[in-house]
């Protein structure tokens, strides 16, 4: 491991940069294919002047055809629905997969590195669209398994 002097005194954060972004040159190595399941969640419509919340129902998709190195990704919604094309937005201990419907409208799906215990990736997922005029948004979370 290579460590970096930055100024006298201080090579623990060279030798914490040279750790820490080794990962970000790696080849693509994550999963191609991902399952989600988003078992928790709620919407939120604006009614008369303010955002009223409900319960939202259990949502599934896969995301298929990761590249995490060309950050591009294909989203199906249901079996037997086209794929749809995604952008990935890689971070440190997640990725993000960013979706703009033909509308406009704007879905965001986190997914995070495996957790060693379930050995599933924790995910968040958020839709903001409208309906009628009405802004709508929705947030979910769950997990998502490789394929």
Known sequence: MRTFKIAAGHWVVGLWLAATSSGAALADDGPKRLACALTDGTISSYEKGRFALSKAEMLAFDLIDIDLEGQTANLIA???AAPGAVRIVRAINANH?????????LNLTTVYDKDPATGKHPVVHSRHFGLLGQPIYAQYTGHCMAR
């Open 78 to 80: 249901s079996a037997g």
């Open 97 to 105: 997969f960013i979706e703009v419907a033909n509308e406009g409208f």
